[in-house]
């Protein structure tokens, strides 16, 4: 398997060496970014596989270098912050990261979230393809954009609501426990419980669903928790 690159876009250079002595010692090639502006220019030159993104930069901010970066491309991105208001999280996954850790944070744990979204990638939903389809256009997910349609009407879905449809998504046959789902789709980081995740389910059934007393998108695996169940077009 060709050994993967990850760009690590962070100023403090004792992080970003740290960061890199751990994905190395993992096996990942890595390059260093000291500013926004150079983060742009390497990705551009390197094509990397995945972005460690520090929010607060020279020159360019991570949220611009985020946006910037969406605007072509679905590479895997893990934000730092050194901020932890769950307010931040949503804004940051709304801009487009896949995953989020808050500084001081284990390098460690930085190299199994890595790990852990590069699995999520092997999905079959290619980077190059910006939105995918199911039932016959009735559901379209929209990479770019963040937003969904149902039936041809925005689903105005809210940025939980996104996460956790777009998790459900990215493996049709795989039935997610609730702690699954808080882990994924909000990072490991969230602080709610199960009752969190229902709740949010039956708000998404609500606005992408026909009847949501006979749901064909998101199905209860009883006992267990959730999976997806639309077929794809
Ligand atoms: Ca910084």
């Known amino acids: 398997m060709q050994q993967k690159l990850i760009l690590i876009v962070e100023d403090e250079a004792k992080i970003a060496e740290a960061v890199e002595a751990y994905l190395n010692k993992r096996g990942y090639n890595t390059a260093i970014s000291g500013d926004g502006r150079d983060a742009l220019d390497k990705f551009a030159v390197l094509c990397p596989d995945l972005l460690i993104l520090d929010l607060n930069l020279p020159l360019i901010s991570g949220e611009d270098?985020?946006?910037e970066i969406r605007?072509?491309?679905?590479?895997?991105?893990?934000?730092?912050t050194a901020k932890s208001l769950?307010?931040?999280?949503v804004n940051g996954l709304v801009m487009g990261a896949d995953d989020y850790?808050?500084?001081p944070f284990s390098p460690r744990e930085l190299v199994a979230r890595v790990d852990s979204l590069f699995r999520r990638c092997s999905d079959?939903?290619?980077?190059a393809f910006n939105y995918i389809s199911f039932n016959k256009g009735d559901l379209i997910l929209d990479y770019d954009s963040y937003t969904v349609s149902k039936a041809g009407q925005p689903a105005n879905l809210t940025p939980n609501e996104y996460k956790?449809?777009?998790t459900l998504v990215k493996y049709p046959n795989k039935t997610y426990t609730r702690d699954e789902l808080i882990d994924i789709a909000f990072g490991i980081d969230f602080v709610g419980n199960e009752r969190t995740i229902d709740s949010h389910i039956k708000n998404l059934r609500a606005k992408i669903e026909n009847d949501t007393t006979t749901p064909q998108y998101?199905?209860?695996?009883?006992?267990?928790?959730y999976k997806f169940g639309g077929s794809k077009d």
């Open 124 to 127: 079959g939903i290619s980077p």
């Open 164 to 166: 956790i449809l777009s």
């Open 65 to 67: 270098v985020c946006r």
């Open 86 to 89: 769950e307010d931040d999280k």
């Open 71 to 80: 605007k072509k491309s679905r590479i895997p991105i893990i934000m730092l």
């Open 218 to 225: 998101i199905l209860t695996v009883r006992g267990i928790g």
């Open 101 to 103: 850790m808050t500084k």
